[in-house]
Each structure stands twice: as structure tokens, then as C-alpha cells.
T-cell receptor, first 111, second 119 residues
Framework: QKEVEQNSGPLSVPEGAIASLNCTYSDRGSQSFFWYRQYSGKSPELIMSIYSNGDKEDGRFTAQLNKASQYVSLLIRDSQPSDSATYLC???????????FGGGTRVLVKP | GAVVSQHPSRVICKSGTSVKIECRSL??????MFWYRQFPKQSLMLMAT?????????EQGVEKDKFLINHASLTLSTLTVTSAHPEDSSFYIC???????????????FGEGSWLTVV
């Protein structure tokens, strides 16, 4: 079992709709969770970080965390073509300070 | 905002030669830097954690004698790919942790990445 799992996609979303991305992780002691966006050929950029159960909203983005289910999600509201990218879920485990990345979900927003 | 600079952004080298990639934190001190490798259409794979003034910690399966990491100062870490082969061609990305801030996504900054092609 991979430490951090994501559906590879592509997730095709009409412009203006909500894109919903999911991520599960295996280390129950994980404390910090992050969503990064990566455009093709570029390095990742941080979108959201979340540390406690529940929802966290930032602009058009909402991260949701459920530690009991070892599940973290990202919602993108009013999706724009510029949101087309690969979204990486990253988790910091209980031991150490390194981030473990999921395989990423490719999102395609169609005009 | 905080900036992490990588150099070179693209490099082509001949098989069997060595190539060095630099990662610099431009406006903050980084006690810890991380080196990742990313193959096309795959996720980032952590290669090693570089700690200032001490030996790097390598992930399982990463050859420490092939991927030499030096973190001699709080603002510079280098990755040297020795005796490069075509299968080492990849996108190499570093990230740096701000010494001042507590560990959080907001204080982990990624460099722009370096494309290595071994011919």
C-alpha cells in the first residue's frame, strides 16, 4: 500500500463547476497535510495546508480533513481553465519532518 | 516572498560524467533542504534530506555514492549526480525549510527545478 494515494485522473470538469479531489494516507500519526498545484514542467506551488479535522477555506479552495478516516480532500469552486494542472497531496508523518507526496490528480477544466 | 533558486534550470551531460545542481535559499536560512526527483507523469520522490553541517539522510533505494549531497551553509545545498547515465535523466527539485518558522507548508519553499538530460 502506498503511503499517500490519489486517483490519477484525469478529472474533467466544466468551467464554473466544482472539482473534488481526494487523498488517503496510511500513517495514522500524520499531523500535517498539504495540497500543491503543479503545472507541467514546473515545480509545485502550495495551495492549502490543513492540520486539524474539519474544513479550511481559502478563496475558491476548501480543504477537508478527517483523521479518523485518514482522508483529506480539496474542493475547487468555480473552476477556471487556469486551474488545469496536477494536484499533489502531501503528508508529513508522525516521525521526522519530510513530506510524502501522492501520485497526483490531473485536473482538466474545459471552457 | 521567500525564494529558493536552483541552478542550472536545464543541463545536458554526456553519459559517464558528473553534474552538479545548486539549491540556494535567497532570503532566508535553511537548516534543512530536501531533494526530490520526478520522472515524467509521476509524482515527486524524495531522494534525501540535507541538513546543514551534517551528512544527508538518504531514502531507501537511493545510492548515496551516486547522488552526492553537500549542505555546507545555511543557504546552499548541492546535489551532484556522479557517473550519470541516461536513466538518471529526470526533473530534480529541491525544497528548503525556513530555520525561523515552525514546520508547516507555509515555510517549505520549492525551487524551480532542474531538468537533467543524460545523452
Amino acid at each position: 500500500q502506498k503511503e499517500v494515494e490519489q486517483n490519477s485522473g484525469p478529472l474533467s470538469v466544466p468551467e464554473g463547476a466544482i472539482a473534488s479531489l481526494n487523498c488517503t494516507y496510511s500513517d495514522r500519526g500524520s499531523q500535517s497535510f498539504f495540497w500543491y498545484r503543479q503545472y507541467s514542467g514546473k515545480s509545485p506551488e502550495l495551495i492549502m495546508s490543513i492540520y486539524s479535522n474539519g474544513d479550511k477555506e481559502d478563496g475558491r479552495f476548501t480543504a477537508q480533513l478527517n483523521k479518523a478516516s485518514q482522508y483529506v480532500s480539496l474542493l475547487i469552486r468555480d473552476s477556471q481553465p487556469s486551474d488545469s494542472a496536477t494536484y499533489l497531496c502531501a503528508v508529513r508523518g508522525a516521525a521526522g519532518n519530510k513530506l510524502t507526496f501522492g501520485g497526483g490528480t490531473r485536473v482538466l477544466v474545459k471552457p | 516572498g521567500a525564494v529558493v533558486s536552483q541552478h542550472p534550470s536545464r543541463v545536458i551531460c554526456k553519459s559517464g560524467t558528473s553534474v552538479k545542481i545548486e539549491c540556494r535559499s535567497l532570503d532566508f536560512q535553511a537548516t534543512t533542504m530536501f531533494w526530490y526527483r520526478q520522472f515524467p507523469k509521476q509524482s515527486l520522490m524524495l531522494m534525501a534530506t540535507s541538513n546543514e553541517g551534517s551528512k544527508a539522510t538518504y531514502e531507501q533505494g537511493v545510492e548515496k555514492d551516486k547522488f552526492l549531497i553537500n549542505h555546507a551553509s545555511l543557504t546552499l545545498s548541492t546535489l551532484t549526480v556522479t557517473s550519470a547515465h541516461p536513466e538518471d535523466s529526470s526533473f530534480y527539485i529541491c525544497s528548503a525549510r525556513d530555520r525561523i518558522g515552525s514546520f508547516s507548508g507555509n515555510t517549505i519553499y520549492f525551487g524551480e527545478g532542474s531538468w537533467l538530460t543524460v545523452v
